[in-house]
């Protein structure tokens, strides 16, 4: 089994930037890829950005390219979603979710994950 704990949200005003985490535990060498959502009120999860976990390859939304980057960390487990430029539409709940069955690419389903966090709560305010 692998966890994911999402942290680094907040309040910001549009052009700010931020930085979410999302911290891996447990069989983390099962990864395939961490995957970036985010839901708003109202709306469906929408699929943000992915990276693979053994191979620096990223992939995003076309909404979010150039302003949001994906990177992680190997020795802390940890991925990171740099968040630049923001507006108030990429208001949203943020979840980070692990891919350990698959090694589909780059996977923009929610069912292309298995393991998902609690989710941090992004408001960008105008």
């Known amino acids: 089994q692998v966890q994911v704990v999402e942290s680094g949200g907040g309040l910001v005003q549009t052009g700010g930037s931020l930085r979410l985490s999302c911290a891996a535990s447990g069989r983390t060498f099962s990864i395939q890829r961490i995957g970036w959502f985010r839901q708003a009120p109202g709306k469906e999860r929408e699929f943000v950005a992915t990276?693979?976990?053994?191979?620096?390859?990223?992939f995003y939304d076309d909404v979010v390219r150039g302003r949001f980057t994906v990177t992680r960390d190997f020795a802390k487990n940890t991925v990171y979603l740099q968040m630049n430029s923001l507006k108030a539409e990429d208001t949203a709940v943020y979840y980070c979710?692990?891919?350990?069955?698959?090694?589909?690419?780059?996977?923009?389903?929610?069912?292309?994950?298995?393991?998902w966090g609690q989710g941090t709560q992004v408001t960008v305010s105008s």
């Open positions: 979710a692990a891919a350990t069955r698959s090694p589909l690419w780059p996977g923009v389903r929610s069912g292309d994950y298995d393991s």
């Open positions: 990276i693979k976990w053994s191979v620096d390859v990223r």
